[in-house]
Each structure stands twice: as C-alpha cells, then as structure tokens.
C-alpha cells in the first residue's frame, strides 16, 4: 500500500449494530511509509481503513516481512486520525514538516491520507527534523504500532548478512 495513510473523519457516523460503532461517514484511509536510517531502523508501510482495517507490509529490519492484516477497529481508526490531525496539510497537498534543527541518519515518514474521491493529502517527514511541534508528531509516530496492535510485527529485528538502511 504505498504509504501509511491516516485519515480522519470528515463527517458524522451511524451505528452497525448494537454498541458497535459505526466508521464516519466521509473519511479518508491513513497510510503511512516508515523509512529507512542509517542503522537498522525498521522499514514498513501500514494503512489504516475508516473501518479500522490494518494492513502492514514489513520490508526489511521488521520481526515480520511481508504483508498482514489486522482488525484495529473503529476507535483505534478516530484515535490515530485526532493524533495526526494537527500534523494534515491542506487538502490534496503535499508538504515537509520544518526544522529548528537536524539530527542526521534518521528514518523518514510519509503519512498520506486519502479521501473516498481519490484526493491525497501527504506530509513528508523526516523524524530528526526537530521542533517542539514535531517532537509531539514524532511521539505520535512512535506510538502507532502499539495503537494499531503491530508492536511485534514491527519490531526491530536484525538479520545475519542484511544490510544497513
């Protein structure tokens, strides 16, 4: 799936079933592409459906590689979306998060979020670009694996004979 989207809720819900809440509306799919560091940084790309659908792909220093899915479910789905929602560019834009300083050789993210019309949204971010404002985005970042339930398919792993970055 290209890049981790999140997506956020854009309109009001419904309800499925008893106690079972409903996906919004209008949302849009949240991707997000965690890159690669000058070390053995996890590399993998994760979604994440209004519904609360989780779809991982380990590409390399990953406890798993490969493609897995997951439910996450719909409260899982509004929280990554509010996390990430200060952090949205302009609808149907590309942009970079601003640095007061850099840290080199450390891993880059790509978060897009896609509306059901086809329009992305996407943030470029590089996790040693750093400002307060991007110390809370890379908080959340980090917090994602747990709140979408691929701690351990995320975890770092290193391999005999693989290469850095």
Known sequence: MGAFVAMGALSGCTTLSAGQPAA?????????????????CPIYKVSLTPSGTVDFNGERHTAVL?????????????????????????AGSTAETTCETRISDQQHYQISWTAADGTVTTLEHDKGCR??????????????????????WAEQTTRPGASRG
């Open 24 to 40: 919004p509306a209008a949302a849009e799919t949240i991707a997000i592409s965690v890159g690669p560091c000058f070390g053995f």
């Open 66 to 90: 490969g493609e897995r899915t997951r439910e996450a479910g719909v409260p899982a789905y509004r929280n990554v979306a509010a996390a990430l929602a200060a952090f949205r560019p302009q």
């Open 131 to 152: 400002s307060s404002r991007n110390e809370t985005l890379n908080a959340a970042l980090e917090g994602l694996p747990s709140q979408l339930g691929i701690e351990g």
